[in-house]
């Protein structure tokens, strides 16, 4: 290995431990100090610590992938399709409102016709699972709220590679052809189905062989290498790793074996998880951030509220009780990985 990827590491995890043990003292999520700490190791503070952005970012890369894998472990299909009336309803409440929104404010800050599309787009599937499921870990709440936020965060996920395959082709062509995006959408639609139905005839008796012979190494690296072969599957069909790392866990989770594989990989997770969000930190240019200040202010102000109240709204509508639909709202007010990813584009 490159002896920089070992500094690199080195200094963005010194510098998470001592931010994170701030953090817990003041009862704080540890978010905020890995957040923090990539702030500090960033290439826009002068201090004599400074990590590569470009290699964490790759490294941060197996966060996501693990954390995905995580949440597809603790949704089995039956419970899905259990939350799914719900969670849809909401997601559609939720994602329909939020373009509105995010369409809104592109043209209120001045951008064209299609700069507001992305807008809309950025910010329709603005929740970030890696934060909610991080926030969670600390604060469970109770099994029903959390099936239905993670149920939402999942469509949300699907929704996204959906957005991004008709961004992606309204980018390039500059404008909206049905006669490209259509088959898209479909090819989409069949390696979901492709690799949920096969999977099932195959994955899950596997696991239960391999968990039979009583070996946590063998177990934990055989599941692990399934959740990132699947991964590099679907990016190699043009599609997110984190759908990929999620449908492994899913398959995986049939297997009844779910819950002492999620325990024996929750240290690696949690290193690559800390990578992510300090990876995350390191993007913020405090000039930049002071330059937009009152534009930023009035984005993240519109998108707390608006998700919050369209979550809860969608929530009420779904059938669910005012507690239940407060917290789900207020879980969500966020921005998460694909809309950057957007934005991108």
Sequence with gaps: MDGSFVKDIAIALGVAAITIHWMAKFRLPSVIGYLLAGF???PYIPIPLFAN????????????????FSIGMDFKIRKFFKVLP???LIAFVEVSAMYLVGHSLGSAFGASSLEAIFWGGALAVSSSTMIVSKLFEAEPPSTK?????????????????????????????????IDKIAPN???????????IVGGLFFIPKYI?????????????????????????????FGYSVALGAFLAGVLIAESGEAKYIVEISRPMKDVFVAIFFVSVGMGVDPVLAFEYLPQASLLAFCVIAAQFTFVVLGSILSGAGLNKSLYSGL???????FSFIISGV
Excluded: W, Y
């Design 40 to 42: 500090l190791v960033g």
């Design 53 to 68: 952005p470009e290699r964490l970012q790759s490294l941060s890369e197996f966060g996501v992938v693990l954390v995905m």
């Design 86 to 88: 719900s969670s849809g």
């Design 145 to 177: 709220t959390k099936d239905q936020v993670m149920g939402i965060l999942v469509l949300q996920d699907i929704l996204a590679i959906l957005v991004l395959t008709v961004l992606g082709t309204l980018a390039v062509s500059k404008e909206l052809d």
């Design 185 to 195: 959408i479909s090819q989409l639609i069949l390696t979901l189905v492709v690799f």
């Design 208 to 236: 239960k062989k391999v968990s039979l012979i009583k070996n946590p190494e063998l177990l934990i690296i055989v599941s692990t290498g399934l959740c990132f072969v699947m991964a590099a599957s679907m990016q190699s």
């Design 331 to 337: 879980a969500l007010g966020q921005i998460g990985e």
